[in-house]
């Protein structure tokens, strides 16, 4: 039995349940049949999750909020279930053309919405601050990083890595960008995005953030990396030419090397 404030079992009765066990945050993820309670530690990327997706309802397609409580320590975040499927699930794993160009969509409907007003600046000065305390306070999940970042031929530790961030950091595009933009983030149904969820690191920052994590998620999706099953099909450039754009591979390298410390 799940250990639930109040206010929050009040909305949920005696309904059935599922843990979800995608992701690799430290949330839990409680799968009802038409909402979804997600149960974190109190923080700051618990209460950017609350405060934007308020901030969102009207803007982008968001779960709506159906309760949130604070209790011991930990926040309680009631939505609605977005519909369709994860975009890395097999029928779109299949079709790397179709799956691309809806990304991109995605992306260009973040891209779209008016950033004045909203309530979090998610930007190189606040990522970088968040490294520096991720790095001296030895938080680095080490299990999770890409191969040759520490190596031989990369960086020797993640301090080593912070430095180099510091030294290097790009010129900033600033627009609403999802910061977790990987494909089981993102929804799909009838052959369009359906909704963004895990919003925690949703606010102004760089467009580059979340090209460079797309760009990522379907590297690692088409190779089999998470599955062991590799779909063929994709290349590296077919995500730039559905958003129209040239890559900036030192951007794009950039980012990928500041998410190893989140």
């Not at 639930?4 to 349940?17: G, M, N, Q, T």
């Not at 102004?204 to 979340?210: E, F, L, N, R, T």
């Amino acid at each position: 039995m799940l250990n639930l404030p109040d206010s929050i079992k009040r909305l949920i009765h005696d309904e059935a349940y599922a843990i979800d066990e995608v992701g690799m945050s430290d949330s839990t993820v409680v799968l009802f049949q038409d909402k979804v309670l997600k149960i974190q530690p109190i923080g700051e990327e618990a209460e950017n999750e609350y405060h934007v997706m308020t901030w969102l309802q009207d803007k982008l397609p968001v779960p709506k909020i159906l309760g949130f409580e604070r209790h011991e320590k930990k926040t309680y975040l009631l939505m609605s279930k977005i519909p369709g499927e994860m975009s890395c699930v097999e029928p779109y794993m299949r079709d790397p053309e179709q799956l691309t160009a809806i990304l991109a969509e995605g992306l260009q409907m973040l891209w779209d919405v008016d950033i004045s007003g909203c309530p979090y600046l998610w930007n190189l000065d606040r990522k970088l601050i968040r490294a520096r305390f991720i790095v001296e306070n030895n938080l680095v999940d080490m299990d999770n990083i890409d191969p040759g970042t520490f190596s031989e031929n990369g960086f020797k530790d993640p301090e080593h890595l912070l430095i180099w961030l510091m030294d290097n950091r790009p010129e900033e595009e600033l627009v609403l960008s999802h910061g977790d933009f990987c494909l089981p983030n993102i929804f799909i149904e009838n052959g369009k995005v359906s909704g963004f969820i895990d919003l925690v690191r949703t606010g102004i920052a760089d467009k580059w953030q979340d090209i460079a994590l797309c760009y990522r998620s379907l590297l690692h999706n088409f190779n089999g990396m998470y599955t062991g099953k590799p779909y063929p099909g994709f290349h590296p450039h077919m995500l730039f030419e559905k958003l129209g754009i040239e890559p900036d591979w030192e951007k794009i390298r950039y980012y990928m090397l500041l998410d190893e410390l989140f």
